[in-house]
């Protein structure tokens, strides 16, 4: 009953560094999507997947990579961290194809600080 | 680029009392409404979502309101409750058929015992 999965929890980092924020999912969701969460801004998507082997960017995909080599996992790369990378990461997968109904599933979130 | 206004950014009502919050899109192409409520230290969850073939949805206390012509819709939580205190944000698809979101700035809600 696992759902999504984002790990670590927390991580500090310092300006110029790189990193993954992991995601995985269980079940078996087409669609996989990373947002990021800053005070007064919501949520805003940084890149999205909708299937192994396919990603396309979002509102905000500077400074970030992804890639999804299966339909489980999607991670988030950072190439050299920045402060203003600083936010709370989530990562969220629902179905492909959308009803009144249909869920997105986030995971518990990446809470990062770049000093 | 936001495509979803939301307001007010924080709200404080008394237990008992009805708690609204409201979203303009500017998108005519949406076609599918959800609200997501996100409690602190977790990852939002879908309240509740209308389609805009209708104007109105009711979930027990919970009831989204969606006016076409206006481009608006509202949620509205009847007898609010002290645990109902979470962030709320309404959202819409930026594609047709599939789970690209774009969400609004988020409501603190806060209901006083």
């Known amino acids: 009953n696992a759902g999504v999965t984002q790990t670590p929890k927390f991580q500090v980092l310092k300006t110029g560094q790189s990193m993954t924020l992991q995601c995985a999912q269980d079940m078996n969701h087409e669609y996989m999507s990373w947002y990021r969460q800053d005070p007064g801004m919501g949520l805003r998507l940084i890149h999205y997947s909708v299937g192994a082997g396919i990603t396309d960017q979002g509102e905000v995909p500077n400074g970030y990579n992804v890639s999804r080599s299966t339909t489980e996992d999607f991670p988030l790369r950072l190439l050299s961290a920045a402060p203003s990378q600083t936010s709370v990461y989530f990562c969220?997968?629902?179905?492909?194809?959308?009803?009144?109904?249909?869920?997105?599933?986030f995971g518990q979130g990446t809470r990062l600080t770049v000093v | 680029q936001q495509q979803v206004k939301q307001s007010p950014q924080s709200l404080i009502v008394q237990k008992g009392g009805i708690s609204i919050i409201n979203c303009a899109y500017e998108n005519t192409a949406f076609d599918y409404f959800p609200w997501y409520q996100q409690f602190p230290g977790k990852g939002p969850a879908l309240l509740i979502a209308i389609r805009p073939d209708v104007s109105e949805k009711k979930e027990g206390r919970f009831t989204i309101s969606f006016n076409k012509s206006a481009k608006q819709f509202s949620l509205h939580i009847m007898d609010s409750q002290p645990g109902d205190s979470a962030t709320y944000f309404c959202?819409?698809?930026?594609?047709?058929?599939?789970?690209?979101?774009?969400f609004g700035t988020g409501t603190r809600l806060l209901v006083s015992p």
């Open positions: 969220a997968s629902s179905p492909i194809l959308r009803t009144e109904n249909t869920e997105a599933f």
């Open positions: 959202a819409s698809p930026l594609n047709t058929g599939f789970q690209k979101l774009v």
